[in-house]
Nanobody, 120 residues
Framework: QVQLVESGGGLVQPGGSLRLSCAAS????????MGWYRQAPGLQRELVAT???????NYADSVKGRFTIARDNAKNTVYLQMNSLKPEDTAVYYC??????????????WGQGTQVTVSS
């Protein structure tokens, strides 16, 4: 069994910063791609950023230059540093990971979500 646990969300003023963390635990053999998605009220879940096992990253156009994704393979953790936050960044942020378990089953796992609210 695998769990993804997120932390770091909260309320921040426009122009401020937040850092999200997501730690994977359980019967993990290998973690492939890790990423962050978000879902605002009334909208579909959208990709924010991903990082694969060799460190290559991909960002949504709306966050390029403001957000940075990074991973610590020793800790099975992925981070999202969010700078210059805008009200339109308000959403529930979900961690996502492509994991092969010790039973050699490869699945995509999701965290429970963490609320980010950007407001004055």
């Amino acid at each position: 069994q695998v769990q993804l646990v997120e932390s770091g969300g909260g309320l921040v003023q426009p122009g401020g910063s937040l850092r999200l963390s997501c730690a994977a635990s359980g019967s993990i053999f290998t973690i492939y791609r890790m990423g962050w998605y978000r879902q605002a009220p009334g909208l579909q879940r959208e990709l924010v950023a991903t990082v694969n096992s060799n460190g290559n990253t991909n960002y949504a156009d709306s966050v390029k230059g403001r957000f940075t994704i990074a991973r610590d393979n020793a800790k099975n953790t992925v981070y999202l540093q969010m700078n210059s936050l805008k009200p339109e960044d308000t959403a529930v942020y979900y961690c996502n990971a492509d994991i092969k378990t010790t039973n050699w089953v490869r699945l995509t796992y999701w965290g429970q979500g963490t609320q980010v609210t950007v407001s004055s």
